[in-house]
């Protein structure tokens, strides 16, 4: 039997999640999904220990968000840029740039059309983190995006990219919509006192979630296109890249029960 909140969503989800209410919604409490301190925690130095043993300096962060690595590494000294195509994320960033007192001018493209504004090997390291390419749903455009990171990067730079462990989620579908399979909350989104996240709806091709705000009242969706197992892995090497290390919630290796990956990807 289909799930019902799957179901009613999916009657005009496309008009709900693409509206200018729920993308200013989802930036007003991504914070308190993301949970900015208890992600650096979570973590363990892992972004920071990357990109140094890369000898990165000049960092892109092509998905910027509400701003949480971008800001954390100005504050540990990196020179970063960064690009959000979102305009509710982008005015969020900047605004919790300025309160940590730092400025910040990103730019606003979308991933394929970087070469816009950024010239080819002019960075050390591009940042795609929080699940964030799970918002491209073909192939061709994923493709197309992994090939402009390529691009920005100098000879042996790297790309440090993660993903949701989607498999995981569509090997338990049913439990997942049922709302009895969640993620540690130990990596990545980590906030989730405040905000409880609840899958909506779960297919080969299409996840979408709810974020609800406990203490305001509000909510806000998300959806993505979940990659299958070794899909991600393929599409880094078929881009380009002549080194692709995979990680499991940070640590080296494969773990099926792993809540995120994250690959580190040489040029």
């Known amino acids: 039997m289909e799930d019902k909140r799957s179901f009613s969503m999916n009657k005009n989800f496309a008009e709900i999640a693409n509206s200018a209410e729920n993308a200013r919604v989802r930036a007003e409490i991504w914070g308190d999904f993301v949970g900015w301190d208890n992600r650096r925690r979570g973590e363990d130095g892992f972004l920071v220990n990357?990109?140094?043993?890369?000898?990165?300096?000049?960092?892109?962060?092509?998905?910027?968000?509400?701003?949480?690595?971008?800001?954390?590494?100005?504050?540990?000294?990196?020179?970063?840029?960064?690009?959000?195509?979102?305009?509710?994320?982008r005015r969020k960033a900047v605004e919790n740039a300025r309160s940590q007192g730092l400025t910040m001018s990103p730019t606003n493209l979308d991933w394929r059309e970087l070469d816009r504004a950024y010239q080819a090997q002019s960075y050390d390291a591009i940042i795609c983190l929080g699940n964030s390419l799970t918002c491209l749903?073909?192939?061709?455009?994923?493709?197309?995006?992994?090939?402009?990171?390529?691009?920005?990067?100098?000879?042996?730079?790297?790309?440090?990219?993660?993903?949701?462990?989607?498999?995981?989620?569509?090997?338990?579908r049913e439990a997942v919509l049922a709302g009895t399979l969640h993620s540690t909350g130990n990596y990545l989104y980590t906030g989730t006192a405040k905000v409880r996240a609840s899958f909506?709806?779960?297919?080969?091709?299409?996840?979408?979630?709810?974020?609800?705000?406990?203490?305001?009242?509000?909510?806000?969706?998300?959806?993505?296109?979940?990659?299958?197992?070794?899909?991600?892995?393929?599409?880094?090497?078929?881009?380009?890249?002549?080194?692709?290390?995979?990680?499991?919630?940070?640590?080296?290796?494969?773990n099926l029960d792993a809540d995120f990956y994250q690959y580190v990807c040489v040029k």
């Open 50 to 89: 990357q990109l140094k043993e890369h000898r990165a300096r000049r960092i892109l962060d092509v998905a910027l968000g509400d701003g949480v690595d971008t800001i954390y590494l100005l504050q540990q000294g990196f020179n970063v840029s960064a690009n959000e195509v979102d305009d509710a994320f």
């Open 137 to 172: 749903f073909e192939k061709e455009d994923q493709l197309a995006a992994l090939r402009q990171f390529h691009r920005i990067l100098r000879s042996g730079g790297v790309l440090l990219v993660d993903e949701r462990n989607y498999q995981r989620i569509l090997d338990h």
């Open 200 to 254: 909506w709806e779960v297919t080969d091709e299409t996840v979408t979630f709810e974020l609800h705000h406990l203490e305001k009242g509000l909510k806000a969706y998300y959806r993505g296109y979940p990659f299958k197992k070794g899909e991600l892995l393929g599409l880094l090497q078929e881009a380009g890249f002549s080194s692709v290390v995979q990680y499991s919630d940070y640590q080296p290796g494969d």
